[in-house]
């Protein structure tokens, strides 16, 4: 079998890769690139030189040729890898007439356990989205924002101190809202500097959260380590790092409890299974990051199936046009389910695990038609003063 051509798809807010074979069979993958997709897009175009003629099974060498033979990477390069790595899998699954996530190694689990995405623009819609989130049957609940998901135009004012009190002040009430039995993933947005992610870590501690997710900014593994090992508090981070290698640089500082790796830019499911060997190596779990279309959500699923250290996975709405979108309140109507044949079965808080060959999902035929591309726009949220805030 050999490989005839790889095309790019671009709809709504995604990139995907479609890989095709002289055996008919086709493989489909996505990037994770978010914000740099059109240049994700152009790599996958650029790999395709290489890939054409090639054997789609030799998937291992596929990933160290396309990892190592340009010396320079980045997000838009390793979510072009992600994704052609994803379809190459894909394209295995179906050619052995069998699940990848059996490829992958076997079923560790019968379902995966999920997080939602409660987003809220004030404190009582972030408490309302909480209760509707229980409602609707989730044992966790992510992305929960302390600092509220509010427009970035708008300039955020608080001082430290209002901060520090309102952030404690949301978490409480949600706790109240939803009970001790659901567990509360928080979104902290590389907004603090590292004593004040440990002052915060404090005054949160009393509601159990599950972790808090990039507390400060994750470039400096160092500062990382040092608010990890002063806080009670799990930390969760990764999703902005590529390479296992970077993985073991973050892991060996004990920087985080949780590994947010992105199957999407970290290389795809061949990349992912290295960062899990790690992070087991060090006793740590993975909630991999997936902000991304149901495509990456049922691949997502495939890979924590097949891998133990798996502790929790984030689930982007189906029903909504883009996380981006969810979390906004944009007002677009368009839906992420439509955009393909299926979606995985979501059940009492867990995902269910596709028995089809290969990932089990395909994108509609008139996909781009239907769902025209929307590149994220470069917007940064401003400070009242007019310096840069993370959110």
């Known amino acids: ?22 055996e008919g069979i086709t493989g489909l993958g996505e990037s994770g690139a978010w914000g740099f997709l059109e240049a ?22 596929h990933w160290q040729y396309l990892y190592r033979f340009s010396h320079f990477r980045g997000a838009a390069v390793m979510g072009a890898m992600s994704a052609i790595d994803i379809a190459l899998w894909d394209i295995a699954g179906k050619y052995y007439h069998t699940p990848v996530y059996r490829l992958l190694g076997g079923r560790c689990r019968d379902r995966v356990r999920v997080y939602n995405h409660t987003a809220g623009r004030t404190e009582d819609e972030l408490v309302e989205n909480a209760v509707r989130g229980v409602e609707e049957g989730y044992k966790a609940l992510g992305h929960l924002n302390p600092y509220l998901d509010e427009p970035r135009t708008q300039p955020y004012a608080d001082s430290t101190t209002a901060m520090l009190y309102k952030a404690e002040q949301r978490i409480a009430r949600v706790r109240e809202a939803v009970g ?67 993985f073991e640089m973050l892991l060996e500082r004990n920087a985080c409890s949780y590994v947010r790796a992105s199957l999407g830019v970290c290389g795809g499911f061949t990349g992912a299974k290295k960062i899990a060997a790690v992070a087991e190596a060090h006793h740590k779990s993975l909630v991999p990051h997936n902000p991304l279309s149901p495509v990456m959500t049922t691949a997502v699923v495939h890979f924590a199936a ?50 089809e060959d290969g990932l089990g999902i395909d994108v509609i035929p008139d996909l781009e038609e239907r769902f025209p591309f929307r590149p994220h726009k470069i917007m940064t949220r401003l400070n009242a003063d007019g310096s840069i805030c993370d959110q």
């Open 40 to 61: 994700s897009a152009q790599a996958m175009l650029t790999m395709k030189e290489y890939l054409v003629g090639q054997n789609p099974l030799d998937i291992e060498h």
């Open 306 to 355: 097949a891998v133990d250290n798996i502790a929790i996975t984030e689930y982007p709405n189906p029903y909504a046009a883009s996380t981006a979108d969810h979390l906004t309140g944009s007002g677009v109507k368009l839906r992420q389910c439509d955009m393909v044949d299926r979606i995985c079965e979501f059940r009492d808080g867990y995902l269910l695990v596709p028995e």
């Open 180 to 246: 001790t039995e659901v567990d509360l993933c928080l979104e902290l947005h590389r907004r603090l500097e590292p004593g004040l992610a440990v002052q915060l870590s404090a005054r949160l501690e009393p509601y159990n959260p599950m972790f808090l997710e990039d507390p400060i900014r994750p470039d400096n593994f160092d500062e990382m380590g040092l608010v990890a090992s002063r806080c009670r508090v799990p930390i969760a981070t990764g999703e902005r790092i590529n390479t296992v290698h970077e």
């Open 1 to 22: 079998m050999k490989i005839t051509d790889v095309k790019v798809l671009r709809a709504n807010r995604s990139v995907f890769c479609r890989i095709f074979t002289d």
